[in-house]
């Protein structure tokens, strides 16, 4: 039970990290999804270790 417990605060702290990263980033994303709508190409940039480009970003 414990093990359990120790798993799900691992991964709501997580989820808090990386909205605190996506909250840092929110700017930038923002001129990314404008160049989405827009059609423009992005530049590809490596986020959460993949490399984006071309392809819409989730505004959470």
Known sequence: MRRFYEAITVR?????YKNWIHD????ERAQRWAAERSGWETI???RHG???ARRPINIK
């Open 44 to 46: 590809c940039t490596k």
């Open 12 to 16: 709501l702290a997580r989820l808090k």
């Open 50 to 52: 993949q490399m984006s």
């Open 24 to 27: 840092f980033r929110i700017e």
